[in-house]
């Protein structure tokens, strides 16, 4: 998923360039759960990965890193959680059922349709993260990580903001 085209300026006839150092691999994977309760404000459980491209160092989040955000989310939610879940590859895999099969008193959850980013929420907040580092030539991984946090620490000072992202969807809560 690449970022939405940013514009520049620069002086009339005078192509811009941004000089920028490091080699330009790796990656920055981005995990999280939009939370809602009725008469509550609204909150975001996140968490980063940074990939160097290092022996060993794994690409992505793997199922148990989906399984510890679940978990994270109970402990600062304080209670039982219904998780609406989409259809990742990673999200379908057997130990991670079988997670939530073993924490079904406190845990309930509920599929997506198979295509249907239109439904989810968290894609309006990996929107809004996305939409402000378009401008950023990051010198290196480091700056880009930094970057993504930050907007994701003001997104989760923002409950209006996660608000509407739920809105977005067309989902309604009933209390």
């Known amino acids: 998923m690449t970022p939405p085209r940013a514009r520049t300026w620069g002086r009339i006839g005078r192509t811009p360039v941004v ?24 909150r975001l ?12 160092e794994p690409k992505g989040f793997g199922w148990r890193d989906f399984r510890d955000l679940v978990v994270r989310a109970r402990v600062q939610l304080g209670g039982p959680l219904v998780l609406v879940w989409d ?3 990673i999200h379908l895999v057997p130990p ?6 073993a924490n ?20 309006g907040i990996w929107s809004l993260v996305k939409r402000d580092i378009g401008n950023l030539a990051a010198a290196d991984l480091g700056q880009l990580t930094r970057a993504v946090k930050r907007k994701l620490k003001m997104i989760q000072y923002r409950p209006h903001l996660v608000d509407g992202c739920l809105v977005g969807t067309g989902l309604i809560m009933d209390g």
């Open 19 to 42: 000089r920028v150092r490091g080699r330009g691999s790796g990656r920055v994977s981005m995990a999280g759960m939009a939370c809602y309760k009725p008469g509550e404000r609204s």
């Open 87 to 89: 259809n990742a590859r």
């Open 104 to 123: 079904a008193h406190w845990l309930t959850v509920f599929q997506l349709p198979t295509y249907a980013p239109d439904l989810n929420p968290q894609e």
């Open 96 to 101: 991670l059922r079988a997670f939530f099969e």
């Open 45 to 56: 459980i996140y968490a980063i990965r940074e990939y160097r491209g290092r022996k060993g």
